[in-house]
């Protein structure tokens, strides 16, 4: 139980163009996800908290109208990163909390690797 | 942001050999994690931590949740290549906040 999808896990596009990814909580619902980034050879970069129904909370320095999120639904957030640019390219990673049971705990997706070119 | 201390940065280890490593933070935690993340992966639960005390294990993983709750270390005993990664820790103040990180120790063992 308690598994997460990410899609695509490998993503290539051009500089200006906008990526959407996908994190699905597959046998759980979650009220919260959170999107992170991370660079080689570091640590987890929280980037915002996705709410279900309501707007993204952004850490400091995320600009929002770069990076949309959006939690239609207690099992699906989406990242898309607009414009994108080189600088833009990561390792791109979400996480959710089951809405019941243990609350602590969160799951992590296995990524998505994002180059602009 | 806030980050936890983890340590050591780094271990390389022979085969079946015992290794420990810890996180520390200035601010009390309700929940510990821990983490083991391979090249290319998301990080994988292995241990979640509850209560001050709280001792866990998971195989030849064992966690415990300092009595202070500014603490928590990760034990592996008898070590094996499959055990290579960087291990994450991660706490929570309350609630359903965000999870802070510490920076992650990376395991080599050598067989």
């Known amino acids: 139980g308690a598994v997460v999808s990410q899609h695509p896990s490998r993503v290539i596009c051009k500089s200006g163009t906008s990526v959407k990814i996908e994190c699905r909580s597959l046998d759980f619902q979650a009220t919260t996800m959170f999107w992170y980034r991370q660079f080689p050879k570091q640590s987890l970069m929280l980037m915002a908290t996705s709410n279900e129904g309501s707007k993204a909370t952004y850490e400091q320095g995320v600009e929002k109208d770069k990076f949309l999120i959006n939690h239609a639904s207690l099992t699906l957030s989406t990242l898309t990163v607009t414009s994108a640019h080189p600088e833009d390219s990561s390792f791109y990673i979400c996480?959710?909390?089951?809405?019941?049971?243990?609350?602590?705990?969160?799951?992590f997706g296995p990524g998505t690797r994002l180059t602009v070119l | 942001g806030q980050q936890l201390n983890q340590s050591p940065q780094s271990m390389f280890i022979q085969e079946g050999e015992d290794v420990s490593m810890n996180c520390t933070s200035s601010?009390?935690?309700?929940?510990w994690l821990w983490y083991k993340q391979e090249p290319g992966e998301g990080p994988v639960l292995l241990i979640a931590l509850y209560k001050a005390g709280e001792l866990t294990s998971n195989g030849r993983l064992t966690a415990q949740f300092g009595i202070t709750r500014k603490d928590s270390f990760l034990n592996i005993s008898a070590s094996i290549p499959s055990d290579v990664g960087i291990y994450f820790c991660a706490g929570r103040i309350s609630g359903n906040t965000p999870l802070v990180f510490g920076k992650g120790t990376r395991l080599s063992v050598i067989a």
């Open positions: 996480s959710a909390s089951p809405s019941s049971g243990r609350p602590g705990a969160q799951f």
């Open positions: 601010s009390i935690f309700n929940t």
